[in-house]
């Protein structure tokens, strides 16, 4: 693609992404579903406006909006929060990605689904999409103890799905008639690898920035620690949402200097983010949609109905608010991103239902990701003080 297009590409787009936020200000419809919409409308779900060189840069920025995501997400996890909400926000994490994966796995198999192919469904359905969890947070701009507690729920659910699912890969492989000691490898080096970047980043972070510029890190410092994680993530082949989400909780803990430890990456990470939802948009199948016949269906109640349920049950085992017991599933309803990383994973491991596996996984995808930011903000709104 030609540099003057390049330059007119992102303009537009930013220019979109503008629209899209001052709508979202003056309404009540979410930023995400309206940059998603944005860009499914200019995607090749519909107008086909933008340069196919432009979805090779759909994995750049979500990289990089994930993993500013995953620090901030991970700065919630200081002492304060932790002493407060920290019985809750394990209870209720753990539960809704424990019911998720037994409930929809489950449900799919007595429906008549592969036990294999139903274990990789449902571990597939216990991920989040951070993103736009955290930005309906941001949107909504109001804090409180649901808000808080949300924020950590976020932050941690998608480290037990990780373990979920590369232990679901194991069986399903096993259920298949096959033992590789590959599965095990790749959970460990995900799951245990990206803390140990994230301990080998955070450590010095939390010591060195912030020291030019009193109080907090300057954005060069911000950008530098960001891009750096992004990237050794990537070569080592470990999770960079782990490894920011583990980096942030060190700074945050350990930085003492800093009095916003995170202040520059949130303001710089809204851009980013605009790109991010239009290309996701853009890259979504609405087509696929029409693919999903019963299974789909089922997939998409049963993890509706599994997240009810597993945030009631957590948020009764941690002692919430009876008010705010039903509505934790409904906020993190969400699904994007991390979701298709799993998929593809699974579809690379088990060639066999490759296609059955991604086409239900990108089409339940679309659905949790245009609803499912209007159904976080009925839930911060139905939980405000």
């Known amino acids: 693609m030609s540099l003057d297009l390049t330059f007119i590409t992102l303009g537009l787009l930013f220019l979109l992404g503008l629209v899209a936020d ?19 409308l200019v995607g090749r779900s519909g107008l086909d406006m933008l340069p196919i060189e432009m979805e090779v840069w759909y994995e750049f920025f ?17 002492a304060a929060t932790l002493r407060r909400h920290g019985r809750e926000i ?55 103890s649901f808000a808080v507690k949300l924020k950590g729920i976020v932050a941690i659910d998608d480290a037990w799905g990780i373990i979920v699912f590369s232990i679901a890969l194991v069986f399903a492989a096993m259920l298949s008639g096959r033992t590789e000691g590959g599965l095990w490898l790749h959970a460990v080096r995900d799951l245990g690898g990206g803390m140990g970047l994230g301990l080998v980043i955070g450590v010095p972070a939390a010591f060195l920035t912030g020291r030019l510029r009193k109080g907090e890190p300057m954005q ?26 583990t980096a942030g909780a060190i700074v945050v803990n350990l930085a003492r200097h800093h009095d916003r430890a995170f202040h520059e990456i949130e303001h710089i990470q809204w851009p980013f983010m605009i790109l991010f939802f239009i290309l996701a948009g853009a890259s979504l199948e609405i087509g696929r949609l029409m693919e999903l016949g019963f299974i789909g269906l ?38 994007a991103g991390v979701a298709i990383g799993m998929a593809l994973v699974a579809a690379n ?21 245009l609803l499912g930011p209007p159904a976080t903000l009925l839930a911060l709104r139905r939980n405000q003080r």
């Open 90 to 144: 394990m209870a209720i994490s753990i539960a809704i990605v424990v019911t998720t994966f037994a409930l929809v796995s489950g449900g799919l198999w007595l429906i008549g689904v592969a036990p294999a192919l139903a274990l990789l469904l449902g571990a597939i359905a216990t991920a989040t999409a951070p993103a736009a969890v955290q930005d309906v947070l941001r949107q909504y701009g109001r804090g409180g």
């Open 22 to 40: 001052e709508v979202g200000r003056r309404t009540l419809l979410p930023r995400v579903t309206l940059l998603l919409a944005c860009g499914v």
């Open 62 to 78: 979500s990289i990089l909006a994930l993993t500013m995501v995953a620090f901030l997400l991970g700065g919630i996890f200081n």
């Open 220 to 245: 060069t410092e911000a950008l530098g620690v960001v891009f750096l994680t992004a990237g050794a993530a990537l070569w080592l082949e470990v999770s960079f949402l782990v490894a920011g989400i």
């Open 298 to 335: 089922a997939l998409l109640g049963l993890r509706i109905l599994s997240r009810i349920l597993g945030g009631w049950i957590g948020a009764g085992l941690g002692r919430s608010p009876s008010r705010e017991r039903p509505w934790f599933g409904v906020a993190l309803l969400p699904q």
């Open 349 to 369: 491991y088990f060639p066999e239902m490759a296609d059955t596996v991604l086409a239900l996984t990108i089409g339940t995808t679309v659905v949790f990701e």
